[in-house]
Structures are given as structure tokens and as C-alpha cells.
């Protein structure tokens, strides 16, 4: 791979560039470069003045969590569970660089959708490159977060099945049944946004929506930074149900807003205009 040759970043990677470190582990299409997460430039270009006005004005003023510039990035403590992903929650930093190599002529493949089981409040994917439809940018299910947020058992976490080396059957995070039921059901019947832009565009996403990193069908490499924003009073709020008001550890500003947007939004942000139709992204919701 040459960072001036494009034709050499199409995925996947070869045996002999594959790595398993979990601190920047490269495999199949993925690049995941988190070693870097608690470096002074990574920490600035996300913990700026603008990006945490926003974060704040959602999430209450002098309320974040800040980073800690040399502290334990992600994956410093490896998989969350033997064969299962890293942990983010157990991080000090930024999450990372996170790639997507283009999958060239590789056939089309379905991908899985998810829901993160750590505890934050908010997420963003900030793109360091642009990223074009069809570019593997961030897959999300509009309104997930407001039909799924009543079947968990904890607001901001799921609760995880311990492994243990002679009783390896089960494993990895807990799904309750009222959660597969309506996680089926918002496959069926939503159909996905894919978030593709320019350099420096940013998407802010809710702890609770469905999301998924698509596959890269362009000739150029995704390449994106992401962070969690946590409240630092999320280890007590963490502890209650979901509550009656899901914006109840959310900014008075965020709980007072409108829900609704205008067409003029609508048309520059690709979302459903109000009637129903989609503003330029009809070939990339799914």
C-alpha cells in the first residue's frame, strides 16, 4: 500500500499486511488506527471549540467528559470478550482513524447493523477525506434510537454474558427479546440513510440508533474519525431504566427544541423532505 498510489489501497489487505493488534488492526477492509486516539492532534481536531459548543449545547454546558492527552487509548485491554470486538468504553481518548479500503471488484455483500452496548450519550464520525456515496461513510436508521430506547434494560448500557474458558457457549452482550423484535422490525420497515460528504463534515449520532459502517464501492478510501461525548455524571444516570422522557439527561436547549426541520434542511442535509421524498439520496438509502 502507497499513499500516493490509489490503485494499491483497494482492499483487502494481503497476509503479510494484516494485523492483529488491537491498538491498530488492519484486516480484510478495516482499518482501525487507535493508538493514536489519545495524541495531542487527534484529541484537538475533535475537542475543539466548535465541535464541543455543539456537544455541549446538546448536552448541557460545562457537562463533558474531557479527554486525556496520553492516556489509555482503545483496545489498550484488547477484545471485550475472547474473539469478540474491543471495548470502546475503555478509553481515554478518541475512539481513532477508522478505514474502509475499497472492495473493487469483490461482489456486493450485506452488511450487519448494531447497536453499540458501551455507555456514552453521543457519538460523531468526523470525515478527514471525502468520502462518496457509495464510499462506505456511516450507515444509520432514521428513528431507531426513539423505538429501540424503551427495550433496553439499562439506558446506556447492555448488560453482558461473562465468559469463561470451561463454559464457552455463551458469551458477548444480552439482547432482550422486546429488542430483536423491534430491531427486526425497523429493518423491515426503515429504509437506511448512508452519510457521505466532504472533508470536515461531521455527523452527530444518538447512543441508541442503529448504525453500521457499509461497504467502500469507490476507488478512494474512507477514512473518518470517531469519538463518544459522555455527561460526566453518565456513571450515575447509567444505573436508572430508560425513562419516560429518553432526553432526560439531555440539555434543557435539546429538550425544549422543535423535532421538525425545513425543506431547505432537508434538501442540504439529504434527509425526507416532508413530502416523503428523499433530497438527492434516493440511490443511497438502501
Given at each position: 500500500m502507497k499513499r500516493d498510489q490509489p490503485a494499491?489501497?483497494?482492499?483487502?489487505?494481503?497476509?503479510?499486511?494484516?494485523?492483529?493488534n488491537t491498538m491498530h488492526l488492519r484486516k480484510d477492509y478495516r482499518w482501525q488506527i487507535r493508538d493514536v486516539g489519545t495524541e495531542p492532534l487527534l484529541i484537538d481536531l475533535v475537542w475543539n471549540d466548535r465541535l464541543r459548543g455543539v456537544a455541549e449545547?446538546?448536552?448541557?454546558?460545562?457537562?463533558?467528559?474531557?479527554?486525556?492527552?496520553?492516556?489509555?487509548?482503545?483496545?489498550?485491554?484488547?477484545?471485550?470478550?475472547?474473539?469478540?470486538?474491543?471495548?470502546?468504553?475503555v478509553n481515554e481518548g478518541i475512539r481513532g482513524i477508522y478505514c474502509t479500503l475499497p472492495h473493487g471488484d469483490a461482489p456486493r455483500q450485506s452488511i450487519g447493523d448494531h447497536t453499540d452496548g458501551h455507555p456514552f450519550n453521543l457519538g460523531i464520525v468526523g470525515?478527514?477525506?471525502?468520502?462518496?456515496?457509495?464510499?462506505?461513510?456511516?450507515?444509520?436508521?432514521?428513528?431507531?434510537?426513539?423505538?429501540l430506547y424503551p427495550t433496553f434494560q439499562m439506558q446506556y448500557d447492555q448488560p453482558r454474558i461473562?465468559?469463561?474458558?470451561?463454559?464457552?457457549?455463551?458469551?458477548?452482550?444480552?439482547?432482550?427479546?422486546?429488542?430483536?423484535?423491534?430491531l427486526a422490525d425497523i429493518m423491515a420497515d426503515t429504509k437506511p440513510v448512508d452519510?457521505?460528504?466532504q472533508t470536515g463534515d461531521v455527523?452527530?449520532?444518538?447512543?441508541?440508533?442503529?448504525?453500521?459502517?457499509?461497504?467502500?464501492?469507490?476507488?478512494?478510501?474512507r477514512q473518518a474519525v470517531l469519538n463518544d461525548f459522555s455527561r460526566t455524571d453518565l456513571d450515575r444516570c447509567r444505573l436508572d431504566?430508560?425513562?419516560?422522557?429518553?432526553?432526560?439527561?439531555?440539555?434543557?436547549?435539546?429538550?425544549?427544541v422543535s423535532v421538525a426541520y425545513s425543506e431547505a434542511f432537508a434538501v442540504a442535509q439529504r434527509l425526507p423532505t416532508a413530502t416523503g421524498e428523499s433530497a438527492g439520496m434516493q440511490d443511497q438509502r438502501g
Open positions: 494499491s489501497h483497494v482492499g483487502p489487505f494481503s497476509a503479510e499486511d494484516e494485523d492483529d449545547t446538546l448536552l448541557g454546558e460545562g457537562m463533558l467528559q474531557p479527554p486525556v492527552v496520553g492516556g489509555r487509548p482503545m483496545g489498550s485491554e484488547g477484545a471485550a470478550w475472547p474473539g469478540g470486538p474491543v471495548d470502546p468504553a470525515l478527514i477525506d471525502e468520502v462518496l456515496p457509495e464510499g462506505g461513510g456511516f450507515r444509520i436508521w432514521p428513528g431507531s434510537h426513539k423505538r461473562p465468559y469463561y474458558a470451561h463454559l464457552p457457549s455463551y458469551k458477548g452482550i444480552i439482547h432482550s427479546p422486546a429488542y430483536l423484535a423491534e452519510c457521505w460528504g455527523v452527530l449520532w444518538h447512543h441508541r440508533l442503529v448504525h453500521a459502517a457499509p461497504p467502500n464501492y469507490t476507488q478512494q478510501m431504566p430508560p425513562q419516560a422522557n429518553m432526553w432526560r439527561d439531555w440539555s434543557d436547549r435539546t429538550q425544549q
